[in-house]
């Protein structure tokens, strides 16, 4: 699994570089680019001093203080329901990727934000490709999510986990263009390498399943049926093996104590 990860983390960290090179080089003034102009100006006709304020506490919920604070929460909640570790290293490796990812391509762009007259304060001032706030909290909340699943057969709490973290994902993104501190090529530059990684965090734990079922007999293990070790089994042998020889010997008392009395 870390091996896959580590694969998987420098493809993203990759993808982010070669994306940003793209970004700087093709369409820097044309292509997606020309959604940025009018996303901004539909956000600024939409502004009112009571859902600016809203949308900005909300947005802070993918800061740096925001959503180290609600992963934590969200990851011990699973980490006592599942009795493992595997939640904290899924999101804390997923998390340090991501950031890793926004760091090189935010450097290696260096794109100007909009100006601070068309944004609502506080001002931000560090680059602006890609939206650190989408990516990171498209990364951890669709682990999370995932890991929920895994956490819960019941199909309306996956659904459930589903529809809500979409819905967040969603919102933070837009919620950085409607306050006009991202262009909108930004925030989905942030949500897809965000939703390539999940991927790869993903088929990374699926692998590591795998390699567990063909060590052991039995099912693939889950969060809620962990693997049997192979002693274990061989000792549910030797008691099964036990009982029946046990069983069998009391047949044979209880046939030699109901016979016939001896004339």
């Known amino acids: 699994m870390w091996i896959t990860l580590l694969v998987g983390g420098v493809l993203v960290v990759a993808m982010a570089l070669l994306g940003a090179e793209v970004y700087d080089n093709v369409v820097d003034d044309a292509g997606l680019a020309n959604l940025d102009q009018p996303a901004l100006q539909l956000a600024e006709e939409l502004r009112n001093p009571v859902l600016d304020s809203a949308v900005t506490g909300f ?4 800061g740096g203080i925001g959503m180290p604070i609600l992963a934590s929460l969200l990851t011990a909640w699973l980490t006592f329901l599942s009795r493992t570790w595997r939640p904290v290293i899924l999101v804390g490796g997923a998390a340090a990727v991501s950031t890793t990812a926004t760091t090189f391509g935010k450097r290696l762009v260096g794109r100007t934000r909009p100006d601070h007259a068309d944004a609502v304060p506080p001002y931000e001032t560090s680059p602006s490709f890609p939206s650190g706030h989408t990516l990171n ?16 057969e019941v199909v309306w709490a996956r659904i459930t986990a589903i529809t809500a973290g979409a819905i967040f ?4 993104g837009l919620s950085r263009v409607f306050l006009g501190h991202h262009w909108l090529t930004d925030v989905m530059a942030g949500w897809f390498l965000g939703l390539a990684w999940v991927a790869m965090v993903i088929l990374a734990h699926r692998l590591f399943h795998l390699l567990r079922k063909r060590e052991h007999a ?17 000792d549910g042998a030797r008691v099964q093996g036990s009982a029946g020889g046990s069983a069998e010997r009391a047949a044979e008392s209880g046939s030699a104590g109901g016979g016939p009395a001896p004339g």
């Open 59 to 62: 947005t802070n919920l993918g």
């Open 137 to 152: 909290t498209t990364v951890v909340i669709g682990v999370l999510v995932y890991i929920i699943c895994l956490q819960f």
């Open 169 to 172: 994902i969603i919102a933070m």
């Open 218 to 234: 039995g099912p693939s293990p889950t969060f809620e049926h962990p693997v049997l070790r192979d002693d274990h089994t061989e």
